[in-house]
């Protein structure tokens, strides 16, 4: 069975997935409970069911890797660079590559950031799952999650969450 790639992450009203010196801290809810779903979204639960984690070098270089130590990272970078431990740097094709990862036994994929890499995902249509979390928060300017040009992907809802204002919105191909 083929393996999933699924896009988790958090984006501002506006659109954002981090300021532009690829912060997160605005990434908060608005700690108003009275709308909150019953169900909660649970990342430990979400990263349960991958084993393989999908980012940009500038993501790399913003985020701690260390939650993701047992999973196999792939790193898209236009720099040569040796891999250490379970972290992959790829400057070619990789979604060609993720392509032929998803052929392979295993979890499924997740794709983290950033909006470039995302970009040529979406592009490609082969993105499974989106899982997109609205934070109550416009940046006003930032990193993108959409760029343009993006081909037409009707999407199925599947589920949504509310927890202090932020919407989690799961989406399915149709």
Request: hydrophobic share 40%; net charge negative; glycine share 8%.
């Amino acid at each position: 069975m083929k393996r999933k790639i699924i896009l988790n992450l958090a984006m501002s009203l506006d659109g954002y997935i981090a300021t532009e010196e690829g912060k997160y801290e605005w990434i908060v809810g608005d700690g108003k409970t009275h709308l909150n779903t019953e169900e909660k979204f649970n990342f430990e639960v979400f990263l349960d069911t991958i084993d393989t984690m999908i980012m940009g070098r500038k993501s790399y270089e913003d985020c701690d890797i260390e939650p993701f130590r047992n999973k196999e990272i792939f790193i898209a970078t236009s720099k040569k660079e040796k891999g250490f431990d379970n972290v992959r740097f790829i400057s070619g094709d990789i979604v060609k590559l993720l392509q032929e990862e998803q052929t392979k036994e295993g979890k499924d994929m997740y794709l983290f950031g950033g909006g470039e890499l995302i970009d040529q995902f979406i592009k490609a249509d082969i993105i499974d799952e989106y899982i997109i979390a609205i934070i109550p928060t416009i940046l006003g300017k930032g990193r993108k999650l959409f760029l343009e040009n993006n081909p037409i992907i009707p999407l199925q809802l599947e589920s949504y969450i509310v927890e202090e204002g932020i919407v989690v919105l799961h989406y399915l191909k149709r």
